[in-house]
């Protein structure tokens, strides 16, 4: 991404960071528990929706992408048109070793490259899987960077 | 009589080596024209459940391992059969016995390229399909 | 004319071109055929697992599903052990069997709630995952993370269960077994959910034979097999428990069965926390020679199958992984036809799949080959089906 694009969408993001909506997308080579931890942060202990946070049904709902999983050949177009799809300004966030760089799975014959190859990644959050606070915390960060705060 | 005893009886001189790691880990070898009279044998007959198949690239040739489990002793049972011809491997699809076998010899068919002659549904099962004809995973080059 | 609609199944990824994992073919409302797709998460382990030493397996092996996260190390290394004759310690025998244990209860608990969630019972899905975190917090102390615990190791368990531990385990246990009580209520007495998921994608015996079906999933149709009380593991054949097997074959009966594995597995766990002795937790294994081995355990999904040869070198020449739902998911084929597409989704997530690979199915309707539906549509399909019968109870 050039550095006027990325004005354009601190500017547009501000207005959205008072409630997120995020899109979760398993793009294939998951164990899923990095899913299930993200699914966790709906439940009552956590509770991210207290933040306005909210899971949605549909890519072009949404302003946050959630990538897990490692990328397999089956899924890796089907990342890509998804990511297209996201209506821009949008922020995509790798959670997981997995959507990191393939994590554990480096050296299969298929998982073709590490996920910010195919598209490009704002926010990692590393962890086998990250535990949930781990999640809200890299969002927080996330939040506050594009509202430019410290 | 114990199953074991059982299998013998039936199978008779089918039976290749006979090999009992320990009482619960059997192993038998057949060749492969006889695998789909020894499955009917295990599945039908006496009633073993099909765990799942191991197919391995080995010097001598491709050997598939047919796992079976007597659920009432806790005893596996896995029959091993070889395919010599590494250029055209092919052996008989245990399918038609039983759809327990469909996916697992798809699964060995795209990892190692052996055929299953008479597989109602041979297409590939976990490889994409736009992945390379004539490259099989599992194969040591 | 009758044209066949395909319905997609997907909680939160209605995917618009791409061969999905589930594709529905129906007339009208009922399901006439499915294909079923998978491969998504094919990640290539059996031949990853060739290039590790058999150490390095066990990590990798453990990732290959996140909520049966420490059955496929436990089949691994039972195979290992196997092959190599090796005597495992007796309290590294009951360690592997608690942790096991504890995964069967939250991994129920995530299916409970993903039931729940299907069929429009929220609070289940609410209340099912609130009470996972108890047994994470535990799985955290004892191993350092909620997931992925690293416990198993061949010859033995990498960590110990510590005496100052064990007031929290027994503590997290009572507090279960009272969340149990309300769920087995809940369920039980409801009739909103006995019309629900009684009689819903039945498999008969019969057909559980055909497609050797495991798991909660084979014994809800009347097939007694588990293999902790057949092929025995670790400690199982020494603590009393029972098997628990239902004739019905349906929906319904699944989820007695997972219930009312979860007070087994509570009360398997009270007993190796008693009879637990000091000692040793590690074999201390220097090599494996060569040979076969053959390792199995019962997962919550059913059972894992590991096999594994070594030519007498550190790492295995051949490995094979062979998952429950494999076996369990083909089985779909049977029990979701017939039936209509509001209950497609409870009736295949009734196996208890990995959730990720539910997520996509298809849906192309003929001659036009466009979407007619998505995930969310469907879901709510189910979830409306809750509600005309619940209006019907009053």
Known sequence: MNNELRTNMNLKLKALTKSLWVFHLCIGGSCNNCDI?????????????????????????????????????????RAKRLHQQMPKPAVVVAVGSCALGRGI???????????????????????????????????VKLVKKVRGEK | MSILDEIKQRLKDKIGDWYEHNPRRIYFSVDKKEIKEAARVLFKDLGLRFATATGTDTPQGFEILYHFSFDKTGQMVSVRTLIEDKHNPQIDSLAVISPAFEWIEREIWEMLGIKFIGHPNL????????????KYPLRQR | MSHKVVIPIGPYHPLQEEPEFFRLFVEGETVVDIDINIGYNHRGIEKICESKHFDQVAF????????????????????????????????????????????????????????????????????????????????????????????????????????????????????????????????????????????????????????????????????????????????????????????????????????????????????????????????????????????????????????????????PIRHKVRAPSYMNIASNKIACVGGTISDATITLA???????????VAVIERPTNKKVLNGWDLIKLSQEKTERLRKNYG
Not at chain 1, 48 to 62: D, K, N, P, T
Not at chain 3, 186 to 202: N, S, T
Not at chain 3, 350 to 360: G, I, L, Q
């Open chain 1, 37 to 77: 931890e993200i699914l966790d942060l709906l439940t009552p202990r956590f509770d991210v929706e207290r933040f306005g946070i909210m899971l949605v049904g549909s890519v072009r709902h949404a302003d946050v992408l959630l990538i897990t999983g490692s990328l397999t050949y089956k899924a890796a177009e």
């Open chain 1, 105 to 139: 799975f480096k050296d299969g014959y298929n998982t073709p490259c590490p996920l910010d190859e195919l598209i490009p990644v704002d926010l990692y959050i590393p962890g086998c899987p990250p535990k949930p606070e781990a999640i809200i915390d890299g969002i």
């Open chain 2, 123 to 134: 297409k590939r099962l976990l490889l994409a399909d736009d992945w390379p004809e004539g």
């Open chain 3, 60 to 315: 990798v092996v453990e990732r290959i599903c996140g909520i049966c996260s420490t059955s496929h190390p436990f089949a691994y290394v039972n195979a290992v052990e196997d092959l190599a004759k090796i005597e495992v310690p007796e309290r590294a025998l009951y360690i592997r069997t608690i942790i096991g244990e504890m995964e069967r209860i939250h991994s129920h608990l995530l299916w409970l709630g993903l039931a729940g969630h299907f069929i429009g019972y929220n609070t289940v899905w609410m209340w099912a995952w609130r009470y996972r975190e108890p047994i994470l917090d535990c799985f955290e102390m004892i191993s350092g993370n909620r997931n992925h615990y690293a416990m198993m190791k061949v010859g033995g368990v990498r960590r110990d269960i510590l005496d100052q531990h064990i007031p929290d385990l027994k503590k997290t246990l009572d507090q279960i077994s009272r969340a149990t009580d309300m769920f087995k209520g809940a369920v039980m007495d409801d009739p909103v959910i006995h019309a629900r998921l009684k009689g819903i994608g039945v498999l008969t015996r019969q057909q559980a034979i055909e497609w050797s079906v495991v798991g909660p999933t084979a014994r809800a149709s009347g097939l007694n097999i588990d293999v902790r009380r057949d092929d025995p593991y670790a400690a199982y054949d020494r603590v009393d428990w029972n098997v628990i097997v239902r004739e019905e074959g349906d929906i319904f009966a699944k989820t007695v069965v997972r219930i009312l594995e979860m007070y087994e597995s509570i009360r398997i766990i009270r007993q190796c926390l008693n009879k637990m002795p000091k000692g040793e937790i590690d074999a201390d294994v220097k090599d494996i020679p060569a040979g076969e081995g053959i390792g199995r355990a019962e997962a919550p999904r059913g059972e894992v199958f590991h096999y594994v040869r070594s030519d007498g070198t550190n790492r």
């Open chain 3, 350 to 360: 009734a196996v208890d799949p990995c959730y990720c690979c539910t997520e996509r």
